[in-house]
């Protein structure tokens, strides 16, 4: 595969309020299947659930599964700090290549509407990229790109909401680079399913320098899991979900 330079990269993930307000973004041509490494859209959203359990545990857990299923009000976003995505993040581009997530296409056929393969071939598409590894640490921002080294220092930029075709909407969280450079993104958007401060567990990221045109990107979402990981590890988290 050809290296994308960080600089015009094919842009990363999610949504937004810009200082004065929050905007909404249309994704026509967005089935929002990408939304879940464990896709929502992909199978039943009707559980069994033990009546015996606390009415409050109940409600809570079908208020964060509809936010994650991407149903919420507007006044339930809110910022977040670049903190919630901190750690050391490697992308499961690889784990796809080699034949690792077969077991989660596999599973997916048994409740979409999509085969194995097909699947494969949507996820090829959207987890593609040279960015094998992210690091972040405060405000730095290292990209892992063919055996070099890529770090900027970034700032919060707000939010984006966006609506999805399907009726379900997804939140990109926004931080622009501090000081131009030719080698890194102006902008990278976070997504991943959360609308409120909470550490991540994995996201999809956009990176690109047109911070508008990202948000357009519905195609292609290189998706990290932290690095700390085994392929198998994450095959049994994206199942799970």
């Not at 997916?108 to 090829?124: F, I, N, R, S, V």
């Not at 790109?145 to 220092?153: A, D, I, L, P, S």
């Not at 401060?197 to 998706?223: C, I, K, N």
Request: avoid cysteine; aromatic fraction near 12%; proline fraction near 2%.
């Amino acid at each position: 595969m050809t290296a994308l330079p960080l600089k015009g990269a094919s842009v990363l993930v999610l949504s937004a309020l810009i200082l004065t307000g929050i905007q909404s973004v249309n994704a026509s041509d967005h089935d929002h299947e990408h939304d879940h490494d464990h896709t929502h859209s992909d199978h039943d959203h009707d559980h069994d659930h033990d009546h015996d359990h606390d009415h409050d545990h109940d409600h809570d857990h079908d208020h964060d599964h509809d936010i994650y299923s991407g149903y919420f009000d507007d006044d339930q976003v809110k910022d977040r700090a670049l903190s919630d995505w901190e750690g050391d993040w490697q992308s499961v581009y690889p784990y796809l290549q080699d034949g690792t997530l077969d077991e989660v296409f596999a599973h997916k056929a048994e409740h979409g509407d999509k085969t194995a393969e097909e699947y494969k071939a949507y996820y090829d598409t959207g987890y593609q990229t040279d960015v094998e590894r992210i690091v972040i640490d405060g405000s730095s921002v290292t990209f892992f790109e063919n055996g070099e080294e890529r770090t900027g220092e970034y700032q919060y930029d707000g939010y984006e909401i966006l609506t999805y075709q399907a009726g379900n909407r997804g939140v990109r969280f926004i931080f622009e680079l501090e000081e131009a450079s030719d080698d890194l993104p102006q902008y990278i958007q976070f997504s991943d399913h959360s609308i409120y401060p909470t550490d991540a567990h994995h996201y999809h990221l956009y990176w690109g320098d047109d911070r508008e045109a990202l948000l357009e990107e519905v195609t292609h979402w290189p998706t990290y899991y932290p690095s700390s990981l085994s392929g198998e590890e994450i095959v049994e988290e994206m199942v799970a979900h």
